[in-house]
């Protein structure tokens, strides 16, 4: 009895989790897949069919970086010149694949054929923030201001916690893992704030001004101004800002105030896209992608789900337990005078 009373309790549990995390999950799901789209639709930008994509993108990223890194990456850049277009068709076939497979597991929940997808999107995020990212800049002082540690890193994370379990639910969306990874990505981006080529006088206006590049006029003229206001304020902001990234990582771990947390994580995310991201250069007809900003809003929310998710598992464990003390015990018997 006891035993049939703890598999009625895990699937009241499990049902639970299922029904509450079906709809958000794949939404989640679909907001990657669709930033897997939007990658895919900028590689299709003429830019990227010229050998502009190979000096101008690539080769930068490797250049200055570790042997590991810029021997293949500059190796595969000299072997794509002779013929870009070809090269960089395949690169969008298979982002816009890609996209259009997690989006289509998910909405049909056909979880075999995601989890297929999904590997087959970490398999191409690796190569592409190894040879392609130069490992998001990380081991080249770059700032998280500009985007380390490198958008695709972070579709990998979001990936796995959005990975679908046996059923309905994302095993990992409420877990440990969830939070630990949240945890280690703000510190990293904080640690390399502390980093000297990040702690010069005119470290932030510098990223900025460079984000303007190539920009429409009028947002060339607002992140101009910013980064004049900014001039001399790079110490004391990147000191600040890793402090703020410092503290939202560690109370969303710990469930100090973590919604607060993943609010002010969000508003940190967007201003860096527009003011050091510039949107991830989409606008100039050169972006390969969004840049890291909404790739930030994305992961907070798979963190926001997660927490509500816990709460509800947390709930259901709760009147699971006490529904099963009561069928052990029994109603309370009555008095002889009642």
């Known amino acids: 009895m006891s035993a049939s009373l703890d598999l009625q309790m895990r699937g009241s549990v499990d049902g639970a989790w299922s029904y509450a995390s079906t709809r958000p999950l794949r939404t989640l799901q679909s907001a990657l897949g669709a930033i897997w789209l939007l990658d895919g639709a900028l590689q299709l930008q003429p830019y990227m069919f010229t050998k502009g994509f190979v000096t101008g993108v690539l080769v930068p990223a490797a250049d200055g970086n570790i042997g590991f890194v810029s021997h293949p990456a500059l190796s595969i850049a000299h072997a794509m010149v002779p013929d870009v277009a070809t090269w ?17 597991g998910s909405l049909t929940r056909r979880a075999p054929l995601l989890r297929l997808v999904l590997a087959g999107s970490f398999a191409w995020a690796a190569a592409v923030w190894w040879l392609g990212e130069g490992l998001g800049g990380v081991l080249t002082g770059a700032s998280p201001l500009s985007g380390a540690p490198g958008a695709v890193a972070l579709y990998v994370v979001i990936g ?7 059923d309905t639910a994302a095993p990992l969306l409420a877990s440990r893992f969830a939070r630990g990874a949240w945890v280690a990505l703000w510190t990293l981006s904080a640690l390399l704030l502390l980093e000297p080529p990040n702690q010069g006088r005119d470290a932030v206006s510098s990223v900025i001004a460079a984000a303007s590049a190539g920009e429409p006029g ?4 607002v992140l101009m101004h910013a980064a004049g206001a900014l001039r001399g304020a790079g110490p004391w902001l990147d000191s600040l800002l890793a402090l703020v990234m410092l503290a939202v990582g560690v109370a969303v771990a710990l469930g100090i ?30 972006g390969t992608d969004p840049n890291s900003g909404p790739l930030w809003v994305l992961l907070a929310w798979c963190m926001w789900v997660g927490l509500r998710q816990g709460r509800t598992s947390s709930a259901s464990e709760a009147d699971a337990g006490i529904e099963r003390l009561g069928k052990v015990h029994g109603p309370a018997a009555r008095p002889a005078n009642a």
């Open 160 to 166: 796995l916690l959005v990975w679908p379990g046996e």
């Open 218 to 221: 009028p947002l060339r003229s």
């Open 257 to 286: 105030l973590p919604r607060v947390a993943l609010a002010i994580s969000i508003v940190l995310a967007i201003g860096i896209w527009i003011f050091g991201e510039a949107f991830g250069g989409i606008l100039t007809g050169q």
């Open 88 to 104: 960089n068709a395949l690169f969008a076939t298979i982002q816009l694949l890609l996209g259009i497979g997690i989006i289509a």
